[in-house]
């Protein structure tokens, strides 16, 4: 008896994956809940286990391919005796439907064919619907000239370039989908040195996020600096003794996060979001917190952190910082924020502009803490300053609101007291 490896739930309005990599072969022998295969989808990368135990019997779905919801992964031979009978059953493990379901993994395989009556695949028919293209202007390299993802992804990229297999009508549609320009020719020498490699679905999602905000916010930036020394202090203060009681180290981000906290209830406009002609007021505070992995920047969200001592919010902050860098979160983890905080202070950035997490009305971005002089009490003194960005959505947040939440900010990391007496 075999048990098949499907595509699970991804979550919410995500419809389809690529395929990262195998971490076993046909014939190898798998143990139940054992990971098997990564897949990549628009917004974290998820391990599939494995359904039973047993000997993968065949794969249906190679790396670089791409997957929709329920399609065939592979299969896996129940019994110690299945690594035997692999060969032979490896044919019925992949049967043509099965095929039909994972129409990818065939884009390498069949020579296009010119014309076809079979409907473009799901995946591919999104995009054309999206991009304002005809299924008849694109070649397709599937069974039966089925058009697919790639092939519509192909004729996106190349937009001056004629279709492969169709008529003499060109895709006009192609260049007003796709503003950028092709890109220009590169001299021989130059290109045998270049490397060619596909992004990551995690990195086109995360390039469309970042333009279609700029495209759709009215975004704009305002700048403080921040006397991190009362901080500092107080937690050089207190760190062994606050490490040793919550079990956690005592960073900067909790009091970033409590002090964001305060500032969004006197300016709730920075925690609101716009939603068609409305405005959508949020009496809870979810911050997002962006953390930077090597497969890309991912957004994962401390929830209710307005409800939240600082201890609690380094816990959560440190839980889904592991999380991320080990590729585990989940999609539960990633939606739902209402502002995010960015630290390029880690990376020596002294002063950048973030761009919003759409569709939040609000990103602070903090900085590299650098000691210079300034004037204090009529005197110059060195202090450790940090630059403060706040980019936000003009749409929603008038200038005096935004200065104004960044000043509560200033005020309240400059005399943490602020924070335990709630002003």
């Keep these: 008896m075999s048990t098949e490896i499907r595509v699970p739930t991804l979550g919410e309005s995500v419809t389809e994956a690529t395929i990262g990599q195998w971490f076993k072969k046909v014939g190898d022998t798998v143990n139940a809940d054992e990971p098997l295969v990564e897949l990549e989808t628009d917004k974290v990368t998820i391990e599939v286990p494995a359904p039973a135990a047993g000997v993968l019997e065949a794969i249906a779905a190679n790396p670089g391919d791409t997957v929709d919801v329920n399609a065939l992964l592979g299969v896996i031979a129940a019994g110690a005796g299945a690594a035997a009978s692999a060969p032979a059953a490896a044919p019925a493990a992949a049967p043509t439907p099965a ?20 409907a473009p695949a799901p995946s591919a028919q999104k995009l054309i619907s999206e991009n304002g293209l005809e299924a008849g202007n694109i070649a397709g390299s599937g069974k039966s000239g089925q058009v697919l993802k790639e092939d519509v992804l192909a004729a996106l990229a190349r937009p001056a370039a004629p279709a492969p297999a169709a008529a003499p009508a060109p895709v006009a549609a192609a260049p007003a989908a796709k503003p950028a320009a092709p890109r220009a020719p590169t001299a021989a020498g130059d290109a045998e040195r270049e490397e060619r490699v ?9 390039a469309r996020r970042l333009k279609d905000a700029q495209n759709t916010a009215a975004m704009l930036t305002t700048f403080n600096e921040v006397d991190m020394k009362p901080v500092m202090d107080l937690r050089n203060s207190y760190k062994e003794l606050f490490e040793k009681k919550h079990g956690v180290k005592l960073g900067f981000m909790g009091f970033f996060a409590k002090a964001v906290v305060h500032a969004l209830k006197e300016i709730p406009a920075v925690n609101a979001e716009i939603d068609g002609d409305d405005l959508i007021y949020k009496q809870y505070a979810h911050l997002g917190v962006a953390v930077g992995t090597d497969k890309g920047l991912v957004v994962p969200v401390v929830r209710n952190a307005d409800q939240m001592s600082i201890a609690e919010i380094e816990k959560e902050i440190g839980n889904l910082g592991k999380k991320a860098r080990d590729g585990q979160l989940s999609m539960a983890d990633m939606q739902g924020g209402t502002f995010t905080i960015s630290n390029g202070g880690v990376y020596g950035s002294l002063m950048s502009t973030p761009i919003l997490n759409a569709p939040q009305s609000g990103i602070l ?59």
Excluded: C, W
């Excluded at 596909?198 to 995360?206: D, E, F, N, V, W």
């Design 99 to 118: 095929k039909a379901e994972v129409p990818a993994a065939n884009a390498a395989g069949p020579e296009p064919i010119q014309a076809t009556d079979r």
């Design 198 to 206: 596909k992004m990551t679905r995690l990195r086109q999602t995360i």
């Design 365 to 423: 971005g903090m900085h590299k803490i650098q000691e210079r002089p300034v004037v204090v009490g009529g005197q110059i003194v060195i202090r450790p300053m940090m630059y403060l960005a706040l980019s936000y959505d003009h749409r929603i947040v008038d200038g005096k609101e935004a200065v104004t939440f960044l000043v509560r900010v200033k005020e309240s990391l400059e005399a943490p007291e602020r924070l335990v007496l709630d002003l």
